[in-house]
């Protein structure tokens, strides 16, 4: 059990089912359209997992986020943190401020849905921040994140290479774990999800 991020295909966003996301997905697209913006449509569907494809997106949140709250706090106005995690839906549509909906999320009455390119600048700022590796896994569609901070190769990296992402590790994964869910929404064009 937990908190996962999770990737969302065409037919959970669009499905009317319970547990899909087809109410949020209509009325998001109502506020697209009263905003004068293009819905968004364009969801692929889920393919078949093929580990290190970067097709699908899984993470579990695990380390505290004490430290990683301290970090937003010093580099983002409080709005600038409140985008960057306080959301419960992630799409790839660029908007300049979030979107708060009266639907249910599946942990939250409401659902706040933020811009992803709008996330990936924020996370950016914090992972130049901290100075966070490059070395950090891309895909992360089976716990790659979650695995590799939490099973020692993040370890082994900060002691021959040590630096501010080190100091703490569980920050440095929030900050990865972000920064790695709005690359995957742009680059798949699919939501990302609280599960």
Known sequence: MGIYLVGVGAKEWFGEEEGDR?????ALNREL?????PPYLTVPEETAFVRGSGQSFEEKLVPSMAGFG????AHL???????????TVLVPVPLDEDVRLPVDAGHEDESVIAGAPRVLALAERLAAAIDLPADIPMA???LDLTTWFLDGAAKELAVSRPGPWSEDLGTAFYVAL????????IRRGCPIVYS
């Open 22 to 26: 087809g109410a949020v997905a209509s």
């Open 33 to 37: 359209r009263r905003r004068g913006l």
């Open 70 to 73: 301290a970090l937003c706090d």
């Open 77 to 87: 106005s409080p709005e600038e943190a409140e985008s960057l995690c306080g959301w």
């Open 140 to 142: 992360c569609d089976n």
């Open 178 to 185: 972000f920064l790695r869910a709005a690359q995957h929404s």
